[in-house]
């Protein structure tokens, strides 16, 4: 339903089974332990090794995307849950409202929230938006309501489509073609509005707004029978407020925070915005050539944040956790916002 409003997996399996009981042996003797290490000796300079390590590290990926399950942070009174990597996946979860900020590959979070926002079309973005859908069917969960920029709502409903004519599957939802400007109401207490963001492709990023009433200025000095007589006789005596509580930019350069007509995401309670770039070793000019954001754009555009918190998201893969946090508490002594990278992840340069 759309209105117009006026606004001044639980754990992923092992590779080595490093989770089995160990059962109780003889002490091993000193011969023995020379052999082992012959036997890794012997595999020094062997083309299996490199392909052990980056089997233990996509081992490590998909556990860390497993971890969304269980963790998350608790932001101006919301849990915000959430992985997002720049160039390989991005979901951001709002248990609270019930919804998700683009897909990424579709963590199991995410199956249960009714609403989906998607920003733009990138696969790290959308790619995970059928299995979303059909895992909603399989768990007999109601069909979701998918928001999308009105650009893309076609190959949307294609790619639908072609995965409904090749899984001979069901795949029901209410896909919306929401546009800059336009509001939509999610429930009785919350609407969300797109706001104009600037990515190498068409984007737009959301704002989830809460609704309530204020009783208008002119009928505050009146009486409850006096305000329930007006009231009955059809007379509109509440203005609506809505009040910016969290904004999601999605994949964007800064510019979005120069454009006065998206005040309100730079007022949210919450802003979750990206950072992909964060040393000297990527310019400004790189991130922006690649519709992306550097955290020095970010420095730079402070005087203009309003937000309680700013989620970071959105890291380059390149960085480790020293990086990030590092790069984070420059900004820090920049805002009066607390700001909080999302780390799920990424790994310590000693890992």
Same mark, same amino acid.
């Given at each position: ?41 012997s ?9 052990f ?39 951001i ?80 939802l ?10 939509y ?22 704002? &989830?707004?809460?609704?309530?009433? #204020? %009783? ?11 305000? *329930?007589?007006? !009231? ?35 007022r ?24 992306h ?22 890291f ?7 990086? &990030?946090?590092?790069?984070v508490? #420059? %900004? ?11 780390? *799920?992840?990424? !790994?310590?340069i000693?890992?």
């Open positions: 339903m759309q209105i117009s409003l006026t606004i001044s997996p639980s754990k992923a399996p092992l590779i080595f089974p490093f989770h089995q009981p160990i059962s109780q042996t003889p002490k091993p003797q000193r011969a023995s332990l020379q052999t082992h290490a012959n036997s890794v000796n595999l020094k300079g062997s083309p299996l090794l490199p392909a390590g980056r089997a233990i590290e996509d081992e490590e990926y998909r556990l860390a995307r497993s971890q969304v399950l269980r963790k998350g942070m608790d932001l101006e009174g919301l849990n915000i849950e959430g992985l997002s990597i720049g160039g390989h996946e991005t979901c979860i709002v248990p609270e409202f019930k919804c998700a900020f683009d897909i990424g590959r579709c963590p199991s979070r995410a199956i249960h929230q009714n609403f989906l926002f998607i920003t733009h079309a990138h696969l790290d973005h959308i790619g995970g938006l059928p299995m979303y859908v059909a895992s909603r069917g399989l768990y007999n969960l109601k069909p979701p309501t998918v928001f999308v920029p009105p650009c893309i709502k076609e190959d949307v409903e294609k790619l639908i489509d072609i995965h409904r004519t090749m899984g001979h599957v069901e795949l029901n209410d896909l919306v073609a929401l546009d800059v400007g336009e509001t109401e999610l429930r009785n207490n919350l609407v969300v509005r797109p706001f104009r963001t600037q990515h190498a492709i068409p984007s737009q990023g959301y704002v &989830i707004y809460s609704v309530r009433k #204020k %009783l208008k200025k002119q009928y505050i000095h009146l009486k409850g029978k006096q305000i *329930e007589k007006l !009231k009955k006789s059809g007379v509109e005596i509440t203005d609506v407020i809505l009040s910016p509580e969290v904004a999601f930019t999605g994949d964007t350069t800064s510019d979005y925070m120069l454009d006065p007509r998206n005040a309100d995401a730079l949210a309670k919450i802003l979750i915005t990206e950072a992909t770039f964060l040393d000297e070793g990527c310019s400004i000019e790189h991130a922006r050539q690649h519709g954001t550097h955290i020095d754009e970010i420095i730079e555009n402070a005087q203009w944040i309003r937000n309680k918190s700013v989620l970071l998201t959105h380059s893969s390149r960085y480790h956790l020293e990086d &990030i946090r590092q790069a508490s #420059k %900004l820090q002594s920049k805002l009066s916002a607390k700001v909080i990278p999302l780390t *799920e992840g990424f !790994k310590s000693h890992a």
